[in-house]
């Protein structure tokens, strides 16, 4: 099993801020199939990032995902108030897809 | 635009199994994997298998043992079965496209297991 670590568990920024959220997995998760996901309370998550670094349908530009092997980003430019939320990444790289705990974005 | 609608029991007695049916809309149900997710309150995501249109399917190895997924194409419908449940499988569960990264889910359905 590929156990995702998140960091940090918390980030407090205010809106118009960069956010830089990491991910680093246990193993090298192939092809770079890793993906991130927005969660707001009450609401299934939302898919933001798939293969790393490519941006689902619909999601602005001011999210960007990086990385390979075991080490991952998800930047976010410009912190709008919609942004805080708590964001996952997860591995599909393996038979058994895992999710790490998640970093959570509050206002500042 | 697909949307997914999960729908059954909220409540399943301990030792009994939970029955889920995710209802696909705006689209078919053909030719793509289809998954389900559950997350226990406060807390994080797990992946509890896939199945393809064909019937094909994939389990997490840590509930195989207890997981049934089916799949009925006339009615755009999947489903999940987890058998010989317990407290720890009280969560919200979701259902969703994809085999790998997953888009779009269902809004999810709390499932609670007490006596």
């Known amino acids: 099993e590929i156990v995702l670590t998140q960091s940090p568990g918390t980030l407090s920024l205010s809106p118009g801020e960069r956010a830089t959220l990491s991910c680093r997995a246990s193993?090298?998760?192939?092809?770079?199939?890793l993906a991130w996901y927005q969660q707001k309370p009450g609401q299934a998550p939302r898919l933001l990032i798939y293969g790393a670094s490519s941006r689902a349908t619909g999601i602005p530009d001011r999210f960007s995902g990086s990385g390979s092997g075991t080490d991952f980003t998800l930047t976010i430019s410009r912190l709008e108030p919609e942004d805080f939320a708590v964001y996952y990444c997860q591995q599909y790289g393996s038979s058994r897809f895992t999710f790490g705990p998640g970093t959570k974005v509050d206002i500042k | 635009q697909v949307q997914l609608q999960e729908s059954g029991p909220g409540l399943v007695k301990p030792s009994e199994t939970l029955s889920l049916t995710c209802t696909v809309s705006g689209g078919s149900i053909s030719s793509y994997y289809w998954s389900w997710i559950r997350q226990p309150a406060g807390k994080g995501l797990e992946w509890i298998g896939r199945i393809y249109t064909s019937g094909s399917t994939n389990y997490n190895p840590s509930l195989k043992s207890r997981v049934t997924m089916s799949v009925d194409t006339s009615k755009n419908q999947f489903s999940l079965k987890l058998s010989s449940v317990t407290a720890a499988d009280t969560a919200v569960y979701y259902c969703?496209?994809?085999?790998?990264?997953?888009?779009?889910w269902g809004q999810g359905t709390l499932v609670t297991v007490s006596s």
């Open positions: 969703a496209r994809g085999g790998g990264r997953f888009d779009p």
């Open positions: 193993q090298s998760v192939s092809s770079s199939y």
